[in-house]
């Protein structure tokens, strides 16, 4: 054994895991371990973004492109507080990564010292985070340290991923002790439970009796790494798929039997195949409010009368919303291989027999494509919010990730947009933080900074975090913010238009607080980007937009490009989405179905 500092056993062992990044504030309480990581600097690589909870939301989106974890690292206090919103988002999302928080010394515990949580219990800033990670560990000597990173690491990646927070006294990163580091942890995918052969048969079995069989997939399946399988499965069996956002890019998105998400803001090929399907193939996903129409039958599922086989790694999950006909605790990929092994033997399950579903399908996605297709093209100022996907599906490359903020602009994209891979649609899915995508477009660049990045952001989620174009500046990286500037919390706003009989307060932003009627107010969002240092441009007509955009990514350079768009046009409902007690709308195309 050899004696070391708290400090040097955390960074050594991140170089032993590899690492590559901490990204961190620095603060009082993590001074102690800063020199540390300076003697590593070549091997793991200390960003330091402008506040806390962006430190977090780009560790959340490295490991959503990349699939391995990095870690975070906050001071004692407001700083590790800060992390609350980041780590939230990434446990809603099954996303993780290590965040390192400091803690008042142990010689002063219980005491108040500067920035002490002692309400209830000493040194409690654990308590703060317990909702919001899977596990938290706190070793008080430097001799705990080494089983407290082993079990740390190996929490995040194993079963259902989730953050863990290794919560620290800093008196602990300068002391010393004789230890060991410990052995590797586990890494992300090496575990994968699978079904029994029971369940594989059961599951076959279910399949041989449906007519309108689908598939829904959403985060699980991208976490799995499923794609080529679900792709097999939707091209041998010839049924179609249903994704939640965070499952986009599994199945390719050109094939006319990947019908998009499903929801109130989901796309009417999706809703119409839920409503009339006999059995619903879920595989790592959720039947959430937003995915399931508020849970109300025939307006996207119609369970019981619908036959469920759920499959999660997650036990919980299991039966949560709706009671499944079988539920199967396995991984997505092992289980989607089981399925197509299955098939082999099963020659009574055939494309053939699903044809007449197929020809159901595509009836339906025709009726979606007569009516929204005009708008695509509409040449207007402001611009359409559907001319403004379409341009970007035109000139982004395939290789483009895209990283998604929450806002009624996520709405316009969950229904029309087609990612070409897997893990390159970002979204703050579960929890719907404003500022994860206009941060964690920079954890995605870290993560593959050879594609080229891009964020669409809502006005107001941009102006939560505007110092991430500083922070692009100052280390380099060419991230292009696209800010969706329609002068208002544009989701909320529509939310009173169409519950409240248009009544407006506190959801646009005016001058001088003139309120409705006014002259809309917006700070010059390109000013702002080249006062940093970076590129900026301000695009008012349709005709500008897909320029601007090549020329950003052409340059190679950070770039935010103040996007103004038509506030008055809204996502066209085709599902419904409840907020009680407030009766629910019915859906603007289409109609529930209701099977009995």
């Not at 483009?400 to 602009?409: F, K, T």
């Not at 002068?487 to 009989?501: K, N, S, T, V």
């Not at 190679?556 to 599902?575: A, F, K, N, Q, Y």
Request: charged residues 20%; glycine residues 10%; negative net charge.
């Amino acid at each position: 054994m050899a004696k070391m500092k708290g400090g040097e056993v955390i960074a050594e062992y991140l170089v032993k895991q590899k690492v590559p990044f901490v990204f961190g504030i620095c603060g009082h309480g993590n001074v102690g371990i800063l020199d540390a990581l300076h003697a590593v600097r070549d091997k793991v690589k200390l960003v330091s973004p402008r506040h806390e909870q962006c430190a977090g939301h780009m560790a959340d989106a490295y490991f959503r492109v990349k699939h391995q974890p990095v870690a975070t690292l906050t001071s004692t206090g407001p700083g590790s507080a800060n992390m609350v919103m980041s780590l939230a988002t990434a446990l809603s999302d099954s996303s993780t990564f290590m965040a390192i928080t400091a803690n008042v010394p142990t010689s002063q515990a219980n005491r108040a010292p500067f920035q002490e949580l002692y309400a209830h219990n000493q040194a409690d800033f654990a308590q703060v985070l317990r909702p919001v990670v899977k596990r938290s560990f706190q070793p008080s000597r430097v001799d705990m340290l080494p089983l407290a990173l082993r079990q740390g690491f190996d929490t995040m990646v194993t079963g259902r991923p989730g953050p863990v927070n290794l919560d620290i006294p800093y008196n602990v990163f300068q002391e010393e002790d004789d230890v060991e580091l410990p052995a590797l942890s586990h890494v992300h995918g090496k575990h994968r439970p699978s079904a029994s052969d029971n369940d594989v048969t059961a599951a076959l079995d279910l399949l041989a009796k449906a007519k309108r069989p689908v598939f829904f997939i959403g985060h699980g399946t991208t976490l799995a790494e499923a794609g080529p399988e679900i792709t097999e499965l939707q091209q041998k069996l010839g049924i179609p798929v249903i994704t939640s956002p965070n499952g986009m890019g599994c199945v390719p998105a050109d094939d006319p039997l990947t019908l998009g998400f499903i929801g109130r803001n989901g796309a009417y090929p999706a809703n119409q195949a839920g409503r009339f399907s006999d059995l619903v193939i879920c595989i790592g996903t959720r039947f959430d409010d937003r995915s399931s129409s508020s849970w109300h039958a025939g307006y996207s599922w119609n369970f019981p009368t619908t036959k469920l086989l759920q499959v999660d790694i997650d036990p919980a999950e299991l039966g949560r919303n709706y009671p499944p006909t079988l539920g199967i605790i396995a991984d997505a990929k092992v289980f989607a291989a089981q399925l197509l092994a299955g098939l082999g033997k099963r020659k009574e399950i055939a494309r053939e027999n699903f044809g007449d579903w197929r020809e159901e399908v595509a009836g339906w996605v025709a009726e979606w494509e007569k009516f929204i297709r005009p708008a695509f093209s509409s040449v207007t100022t402001p611009i359409r919010p559907e001319y403004v996907v379409g341009a970007l599906l035109d000139v982004l490359p395939d290789d483009v990730i895209l990283s998604l903020d929450s806002g009624v602009h996520h709405n316009w994209f969950m229904q029309f947009w087609k990612p070409k891979r897997t893990q390159s649609m970002l979204n703050s899915w579960g929890y719907s933080s404003m500022g994860f995508g206009v941060c964690g477009v920079l954890g995605a660049q870290l993560a593959a900074p050879d594609r080229p990045c891009v964020a669409v952001v809502g006005d107001g989620g941009f102006m939560m975090a505007p110092y991430v174009v500083a922070t692009a500046v100052e280390y380099d990286l060419p991230c292009i913010w696209i800010v969706w500037n329609n002068f208002a919390w544009g989701a909320i706003r529509d939310l009173q238009y169409g519950l409240f009989e248009g009544r407006e307060l506190g959801t646009a932003f005016y001058k001088g607080n003139q309120g409705p009627g006014g002259d809309r107010y917006n700070p010059d969002f390109a000013a702002w980007a080249r006062a940093c240092g970076a590129d900026g441009v301000t695009v008012t007509r349709s005709e500008d937009l897909r320029g601007a955009v090549e020329t950003a990514i052409k340059n190679r350079r950070p770039c935010v490009i103040d996007l103004h768009v038509d506030s008055e046009v809204r996502p066209p409902s085709t599902g419904t989405w409840e907020l009680p007690p407030i009766p629910y709308k019915e859906p603007i195309f289409g109609k529930p179905h209701r099977t009995t």
